[in-house]
């Protein structure tokens, strides 16, 4: 993770005094662009099967009431 804030902080020029990388700023820029959806998925979500059973059911009534007491 730390080479991955050193490349962005070079990259953008997020430099401090003598050249040392902004590790903190570099860590805001990739959150950043991350919550702006910037930075795509490193993998494609799975795809769902449409002939999976769905765990969803219509019911037509309700269920008999919880007696804690029974």
Same mark, same amino acid.
């Given at each position: 993770m730390i080479l991955l804030?050193?490349?962005?902080?070079?990259?953008?020029?997020?430099?401090?005094?003598?050249?040392?990388?902004?590790?903190?700023?570099? *860590?805001? &820029? @990739?959150?950043?662009?991350?919550? #702006?959806?910037? %930075?795509?998925?490193?993998?494609?979500?799975?795809?769902?099967?449409?002939?999976?059973?769905?765990? *969803?059911? &219509? @019911?037509?009534?309700?269920?008999? #009431?919880?007696? %804690?007491?029974?």
């Open positions: 804030a050193q490349i962005v902080a070079t990259v953008r020029g997020k430099l401090k005094k003598g050249g040392i990388v902004d590790i903190d700023a570099a *860590a805001r &820029i @990739v959150l950043h662009d991350w919550n #702006e959806g910037k %930075i795509p998925y490193y993998t494609m979500p799975p795809v769902r099967d449409q002939a999976e059973p769905s765990e *969803a059911k &219509i @019911v037509s009534e309700f269920s008999k #009431e919880f007696n %804690i007491d029974e």
